[in-house]
């Protein structure tokens, strides 16, 4: 789902600011994912402020990247400490700087024990890392991942993607083999990974547990379980994409502790504010050089924020908080669905959250409808919408999203 500005320009037409600034972006940028015409000026808590002074209840967390919200007071005292200093940005592979080391340090504190880091710009370009490891070990063979994944838009990245058509046409691909993404312990393909294992020498294999850009599926338990026995039986480096459901979102700092597993590697990107890798210190190379970026480890002002936001969630309990809120939203969507028929499903962990539709057409109706009526979500897999709200969302603003929900949905009955 992309927005056309002309095709709904009579829509936006009281709103002259951003209509100019949508109108001069299409004309000098390419148009990319965006869904709506939002053009974002300030946030306060849980709700972002459009150019033309409107407010909306963000259900996006711009993507799941903004896991407070806006407008943190601990935050901006971060910012505002660090614009003084002249040199907040460096090249972070190639010179040291402090903040490296802390947000290193507290993000180890939290994840596998005998690990180590290496930070890098995006979720994208932190998948392209982990597979590079895992093919420094184990050579360029096929990797294994699932029907639906999406791993990111750079070229590594996206050969293991597999979410749009539009997403991979003429580009090219690394061997890779393909596994059902199974939401059911009753799947008939829940085994599929001992075949392929036994049949294949293969690099790595890599997963999301909560297939965001894919529907928001949720894998089943025995089918991680399968992946991760399996990775063992044959030596296979299980690398668990963590870029937007980790730090939180799905009420555990990472999915994978939901079911009891220790990945090899694992990604994170989004709310940490940059890109990262955690791997086991068995992959680390041997000699250096074979990992590095100009900005990866750089940018002293997002690792600052990257901390902070580790011991905000720590120190404000918000995982708690993540899980009460999330059963309360889910439970709401739930009853929602069970008096409206163009609802099939309710699905997520935590605030990552799916409802599912009869139709794209349907979906792609609410999503407009919803912004008209300042409450913004956005789509997932065929027809699906993804809600994925700042973690510290209130109950209230809950209640508030849902009723503006079902107004909508009783607007498109009629």
């Given at each position: 789902?992309?927005?056309?500005?002309?095709?709904?320009?009579?829509?936006?037409?009281?709103?002259?600011?951003?209509?100019?600034?949508?109108?001069?972006?299409?004309?000098?940028?390419?148009?990319?994912?965006?869904?709506?015409?939002?053009?974002?000026?300030?946030?306060?808590?849980?709700?972002?402020?459009?150019?033309?002074?409107?407010?909306?209840?963000?259900?996006?967390?711009?993507?799941?990247?903004?896991?407070?919200?806006?407008?943190?007071?601990?935050?901006?005292?971060?910012?505002?400490?660090?614009?003084?200093?002249?040199?907040?940005?460096?090249?972070?592979?190639?010179?040291?700087?402090?903040?490296?080391?802390?947000?290193?340090?507290?993000?180890?504190?939290?994840?596998?024990?005998?690990?180590?880091?290496?930070?890098?710009?995006?979720?994208?370009?932190?998948?392209?890392?982990?597979?590079?490891?895992?093919?420094?070990?184990?050579?360029?063979?096929?990797?294994?991942?699932?029907?639906?994944?999406?791993?990111?838009?750079?070229?590594?990245?996206?050969?293991?993607?597999?979410?749009?058509?539009?997403?991979?046409?003429?580009?090219?691909?690394?061997?890779?083999?393909?596994?059902?993404?199974?939401?059911?312990?009753?799947?008939?393909?829940?085994?599929?990974?001992?075949?392929?294992?036994?049949?294949?020498?293969?690099?790595?294999?890599?997963?999301?547990?909560?297939?965001?850009?894919?529907?928001?599926?949720?894998?089943?338990?025995?089918?991680?379980?399968?992946?991760?026995k399996t990775s063992i039986k044959y030596g296979i480096p299980l690398i668990i994409d963590?870029?937007?459901?980790?730090?939180?979102?799905?009420?555990?700092?990472?999915?994978?502790?939901?079911?009891?597993?220790?990945?090899?590697?694992?990604?994170?990107?989004?709310?940490?504010?940059?890109?990262?890798?955690?791997?086991?210190?068995?992959?680390?190379?041997?000699?250096?050089?074979?990992?590095?970026?100009?900005?990866?480890?750089?940018?002293?002002?997002?690792?600052?924020?990257?901390?902070?936001?580790?011991?905000?969630?720590?120190?404000?309990?918000i995982l708690e908080k993540v899980n009460k809120s999330g059963n309360l939203l889910k439970?709401?969507?739930?009853?929602?669905?069970?008096?409206?028929?163009?609802?099939?499903?309710?699905?997520?962990?935590?605030?990552?959250?799916?409802?599912?539709?009869?139709?794209?057409?349907?979906?792609?109706?609410?999503?407009?409808?919803?912004?008209?009526?300042?409450?913004?979500?956005?789509?997932?897999?065929?027809?699906?919408?993804?809600?994925?709200?700042?973690?510290?969302?209130?109950?209230?603003?809950?209640?508030?999203?849902?009723?503006?929900?079902?107004?909508?949905?009783?607007?498109?009955?009629?």
């Amino acid at each position: 789902m992309t927005w056309n500005y002309k095709k709904h320009h009579n829509d936006i037409m009281m709103k002259k600011k951003s209509l100019s600034i949508v109108k001069k972006i299409h004309q000098l940028a390419y148009n990319s994912t965006f869904v709506y015409p939002l053009v974002i000026k300030d946030g306060q808590g849980c709700y972002l402020e459009d150019v033309d002074g409107e407010q909306y209840l963000d259900f996006t967390s711009n993507i799941a990247s903004c896991p407070l919200g806006y407008n943190h007071p601990e935050l901006n005292a971060i910012i505002k400490r660090y614009g003084s200093i002249g040199a907040h940005k460096i090249a972070g592979q190639d010179f040291y700087c402090e903040e490296h080391c802390q947000l290193a340090e507290k993000l180890l504190s939290i994840s596998t024990p005998n690990s180590k880091v290496f930070f890098i710009n995006s979720g994208a370009e932190a998948v392209e890392n982990a597979i590079k490891l895992a093919y420094r070990r184990t050579g360029p063979l096929p990797g294994i991942s699932c029907i639906n994944a999406f791993h990111g838009r750079t070229l590594g990245a996206l050969a293991f993607t597999s979410s749009k058509e539009i997403q991979k046409i003429n580009f090219p691909e690394l061997p890779v083999k393909r596994l059902k993404f199974c939401i059911s312990d009753h799947d008939p393909q829940i085994d599929n990974i001992k075949e392929i294992a036994s049949e294949y020498k293969v690099s790595f294999i890599i997963i999301e547990l909560v297939q965001g850009e894919g529907g928001v599926n949720v894998a089943s338990k025995k089918f991680v379980s399968n992946i991760h026995k399996t990775s063992i039986k044959y030596g296979i480096p299980l690398i668990i994409d963590e870029v937007q459901t980790g730090l939180g979102r799905t009420g555990k700092w990472w999915t994978y502790q939901h079911y009891g597993i220790k990945p090899s590697i694992f990604t994170i990107g989004k709310a940490l504010q940059l890109g990262a890798v955690v791997f086991d210190k068995k992959y680390e190379p041997p000699k250096p050089g074979v990992l590095s970026s100009t900005w990866g480890g750089g940018s002293r002002i997002d690792m600052a924020i990257g901390r902070k936001t580790i011991d905000i969630i720590y120190n404000e309990k918000i995982l708690e908080k993540v899980n009460k809120s999330g059963n309360l939203l889910k439970k709401c969507l739930i009853e929602i669905k069970n008096k409206d028929t163009k609802i099939i499903d309710v699905r997520g962990l935590g605030l990552m959250l799916g409802v599912e539709f009869h139709s794209k057409e349907i979906r792609n109706k609410v999503i407009k409808r919803l912004f008209k009526n300042k409450l913004l979500v956005i789509p997932s897999g065929l027809k699906t919408i993804r809600i994925l709200p700042p973690l510290v969302i209130t109950n209230e603003e809950i209640s508030k999203g849902m009723v503006i929900f079902e107004k909508v949905l009783k607007e498109i009955n009629h």
